[in-house]
């Protein structure tokens, strides 16, 4: 007797797979870009069978239960999504055909470089950045001017802005001029533009910003505009 596949939505099913995030395939099915059995479907909630049906986004089959997970070093002016409406370069312009399926674990801003994590595991980028889990993000930071320990000590012990409370978990000044200063600063979560806003609450605006550790993951020599393949075992300090 053959076996009755269970429906889901179309947008459950490819996250149920590890295929795409929600969010992404909400967006390849509003472009019209994804294919069920041949056929482009249009509607979110269209019912399918994971286990039984045949997905495809531009004609290109999915890749089912295959865990992927890489990490990019984004370089400057490349913003974090799929597609961009002012034209920009993004992300996934820097990726193979294959790998444009991944979703970003969180986001880092059009100016700011560094480690970007993308995956198509959900339940492993939802862990990387639910804040009750304070997975450490780790940053190196450069400002004008001169970080004094009022500075640090402000900054420590957290500053309000628009609502929210800006408290790093680690901050370290490695240099300071009256230039600019150098510093190392480690996050638990990923509020909204946190660094700039804190340190523009200072007095001092970032002038770059590099993330260069996200939990276990370790930027390294690996140059800008490149990636390399992650492995479960690359996770596996934080239990994962």
Do not use: C
């Not at 059995?37 to 890749?63: A, C, L, Y």
């Not at 089912?64 to 597609?83: C, E, F, H, R, Y």
């Not at 190196?140 to 409370?165: C, H, N, Q, R, S």
Request: no cysteine.
């Amino acid at each position: 007797m053959e076996r009755d596949f269970g429906k889901v939505p179309l947008e459950r099913a490819l996250s149920k797979l590890g295929a795409a995030s929600r969010s992404q395939t909400r967006d390849w099915i509003l472009k019209g870009r994804l294919q069920v059995n041949g056929r482009t479907v249009h509607d979110t909630q269209f019912m399918v069978s994971p286990e039984k049906d045949k997905f495809t986004v531009d004609g290109r089959p999915m890749q089912k239960d295959g865990w992927q997970a890489i990490m990019l070093n984004k370089p400057k002016a490349v913003v974090t999504t799929a597609s961009d409406e002012k034209g920009r370069r993004t992300v996934f312009d820097l990726l193979p055909s294959e790998l444009r399926t991944l979703h970003p674990v969180g986001r880092l801003d059009m100016a700011t470089t560094g480690l970007l994590i993308l995956t198509n595991d959900t339940r492993l980028s939802s862990y990387l950045t639910d804040p009750a889990n304070a997975i450490l993000r780790t940053y190196l930071v450069t400002v004008a001017g001169e970080i004094t320990e009022a500075d640090l000590a402000k900054a420590a012990a957290g500053i309000m802005d628009e609502g929210e409370l800006l408290k790093p978990a680690g901050l370290t000044l490695r240099k300071a001029s009256s230039r600019e200063s150098h510093l190392t600063v480690e996050l638990t979560e990923g509020k909204n533009r946190e660094i700039r806003r804190l340190f523009e609450a200072l007095g001092h605006e970032v002038t770059a910003l590099k993330r260069v550790a996200f939990g276990p993951v370790q930027l390294g020599a690996l140059a800008p505009g490149q990636f390399r393949r992650l492995t479960k075992e690359d996770f596996a300090a934080n239990e994962i």
